[in-house]
């Protein structure tokens, strides 16, 4: 019995993570898809300055400094926790 608690608790954590990681990636891809105009897959400093907080943030974001945000530099930012934060 204390096996089957003992499991179900493990998968009920798994969920949990996959919920996690999965919202976090649908809110980047989001972001993206609503912010990219030109369809490059990234978001140019024009394309950010309809967004204050992310044009606050840009050059944080923009960690090889190429003036073009991508997802994975999108993912490693903070910024994504902010929004999932306040959906």
Known sequence: MKKFVFMGLMFAGILLLQSIVSSEAYAQSDLIAEMDLDDDGMISIREAVAD????????????????????????ESSLIKQINKKA
């Open 52 to 75: 204050p907080n992310l044009l606050a943030a840009f050059g944080k974001i923009d960690s090889n400094g190429d003036g073009k945000i991508s997802a994975e530099e999108l993912s």
